[in-house]
């Protein structure tokens, strides 16, 4: 079995994304994520350095890899090119395929995230559409929000947008032929093949725990990782 660093040495994105980290501080001290969560970039690129297989592995089964928002700012600063955001992107990558994603209540938001980005866009070809946002999870918007909702078609046409019909603006229904080549790019890039993969390890998780989980988005086991993420049984 291979080692865990030599998977990570293999991606592209930690061979660019780490030279020699100095221990400036630099990346943290302008990171938006270092200022809300317990999440040091400059503290990943040091860890990752030293080349240690516990070390990484805890990477990978934790939550930290998980918190950067990839702004990049961290790779227009660094005095020594390196650039953290691109090296959490390796970390998500190899946690993933190694399966350790499910050690993480951040990790296991990936279904969730599968759910509502990644399926509206291969089915509306949006990465958010009004049509799949559940008003229960927005209670801060009102009756109003529920109102909109039922009258969609009415209200959205009033601005001059195709609402789900053929022509321009916002909303509009996009090309059967854009559809199916924005599916096939999916299909090339290994990307179905991981929505697969989110779907099978949230089944086995959602057993495990007895949880209720289907094919609709709204299932029992999403609502759990969704609203309530740290209250899950470990993988």
Same mark, same amino acid.
């Given at each position: 079995m291979k080692k865990l660093f030599d998977c990570l040495k293999e991606d592209d994105r930690f061979q660019h994304g780490l030279n020699s980290c100095i221990n400036c501080g630099t990346c943290t001290a302008v990171c938006p994520a270092a200022s809300f969560f317990d999440y040091d970039p400059r503290e990943i690129a040091?860890?990752?350095?030293?080349e240690d297989e516990k070390t990484l592995e805890e990477l990978l089964k934790g939550d930290k890899i998980w918190y950067c928002g990839q702004c990049m700012s961290c790779k227009t600063r660094c005095p020594r090119n390196n650039t953290p955001g691109l090296l959490i992107l390796a970390l998500r990558n190899l946690s993933i395929d190694t399966g350790f994603y499910m050690s993480s209540p951040r990790g296991r938001q990936m279904y969730a995230l599968k759910k509502i980005i990644g399926d509206t866009i291969l089915s509306k070809g949006y990465c958010v559409h009004v049509d799949g946002a559940d008003t229960s999870l927005f209670p801060e918007m009102g009756p109003i929000?529920?109102?909109?909702?039922?009258?969609?078609?009415?209200?959205?046409?009033?601005?001059?947008?195709?609402? %789900?019909?053929? #022509?321009s603006g916002t909303l509009r229904k996009i090309s059967e032929k854009t559809m199916h080549e924005l599916n096939e790019?999916? %299909?090339?890039? #290994?990307?179905?093949?991981?929505?697969?993969?989110?779907?099978?390890d949230a089944a086995a998780n959602a057993e495990k725990t007895h949880v209720e989980i289907d094919q609709s988005i709204w299932n029992d086991y999403f609502r759990k990782v969704y609203e309530n993420p740290d209250n899950n049984d470990e993988y």
């Amino acid at each position: 079995m291979k080692k865990l660093f030599d998977c990570l040495k293999e991606d592209d994105r930690f061979q660019h994304g780490l030279n020699s980290c100095i221990n400036c501080g630099t990346c943290t001290a302008v990171c938006p994520a270092a200022s809300f969560f317990d999440y040091d970039p400059r503290e990943i690129a040091d860890q990752l350095q030293v080349e240690d297989e516990k070390t990484l592995e805890e990477l990978l089964k934790g939550d930290k890899i998980w918190y950067c928002g990839q702004c990049m700012s961290c790779k227009t600063r660094c005095p020594r090119n390196n650039t953290p955001g691109l090296l959490i992107l390796a970390l998500r990558n190899l946690s993933i395929d190694t399966g350790f994603y499910m050690s993480s209540p951040r990790g296991r938001q990936m279904y969730a995230l599968k759910k509502i980005i990644g399926d509206t866009i291969l089915s509306k070809g949006y990465c958010v559409h009004v049509d799949g946002a559940d008003t229960s999870l927005f209670p801060e918007m009102g009756p109003i929000w529920d109102w909109i909702r039922k009258n969609s078609e009415e209200v959205y046409n009033r601005f001059g947008n195709s609402y %789900n019909r053929n #022509g321009s603006g916002t909303l509009r229904k996009i090309s059967e032929k854009t559809m199916h080549e924005l599916n096939e790019i999916f %299909n090339i890039t #290994g990307t179905t093949q991981r929505f697969n993969q989110f779907e099978k390890d949230a089944a086995a998780n959602a057993e495990k725990t007895h949880v209720e989980i289907d094919q609709s988005i709204w299932n029992d086991y999403f609502r759990k990782v969704y609203e309530n993420p740290d209250n899950n049984d470990e993988y």
